[in-house]
């Protein structure tokens, strides 16, 4: 088995992280002021994690699920949602983790990349494999320095 990549939790967190939410939507056209509409605090915990006990933060690595999914970007996968066709999830194919969308046709499981480079995985029977959980967000940055 490759490197194990390291999993977070919410219940790793000391703190829920708040930050001031805006009461209206945002135009993506003309410009708004929206300063004149903070409405309180959001708690992003709260908005992206449902069930925190099977809820898990990982970070992404390679090139397979681009453009969607960049390496770095952090995704946010609920090991409790029910795996669906076309559902992004985290399998484990013969040990090894893989982040790939779902298909189950009949009796076959196929693990296909978005980046057409890359070739889908058809899911044999000498291939264990199992759904470790199903990416519920996908976390990434539009500015790809540091700060």
């Known amino acids: 088995m490759k490197d194990i990549p390291r999993f977070y939790s919410l219940l790793d967190l000391e703190t829920p992280l708040f930050t001031k939410l ?3 939507h945002v135009s993506c056209g003309f410009p708004s002021p929206a300063d004149d509409y903070l409405e309180g605090k959001l708690s992003l915990d709260s908005l992206l994690v449902q069930r925190p006990n099977s809820t898990f933060f ?3 690595e390679g090139q397979s699920m681009e453009p969607l999914i960049l390496s ?4 946010i996968i609920d090991r409790s949602v029910m795996v669906r066709n076309g559902d992004i999830i985290l399998g ?3 040990g090894e983790f893989s982040i790939k969308r779902f ?3 009949h009796e076959k499981v196929i693990l296909t990349p978005e980046n057409e480079k890359f070739n889908p ?3 044999k029977d000498e291939l264990r494999f199992e759904v470790w959980g199903v990416v519920i967000h996908i976390i990434h940055s539009l500015v ?3 700060l």
């Open 22 to 24: 805006f009461g209206t």
């Open 72 to 75: 770095g970007d952090l995704l």
């Open 121 to 123: 995985i058809v899911i």
């Open 58 to 60: 990982v970070k992404a």
């Open 144 to 146: 790809r320095r540091s």
């Open 103 to 105: 298909f189950r046709d």
């Open 92 to 94: 484990i194919v013969d």
